[in-house]
């Protein structure tokens, strides 16, 4: 096996979330961002939390 680069635009999803994993991606370079998102039991009925990590030369911060 091989490594293959590949470059992706702003915005582009590589990897979305519940999908079954089929590859490993090294970040070579540049900024990118890590959302996550799940159901949250609340007073009135369950709710959607999201969260995001924004990873890159600006901002290195791996927080959840």
């Known amino acids: 096996p091989s490594f293959v680069i590949k470059d992706y635009m702003i915005?582009?999803?590589v990897f979305a979330q519940g999908s079954i994993g089929t590859h490993v991606f090294?970040?070579?370079?540049?900024?990118?961002?890590?959302t996550r998102r799940r159901k949250v039991k609340a007073k009135k009925g369950e709710s959607d939390q999201i969260t995001r990590t924004f990873i890159g030369?600006?901002?290195t911060n791996l927080g959840s």
């Open 11 to 13: 915005n582009h999803v």
């Open 26 to 34: 090294v970040i070579r370079s540049g900024d990118f961002e890590i």
């Open 57 to 59: 030369p600006k901002n």
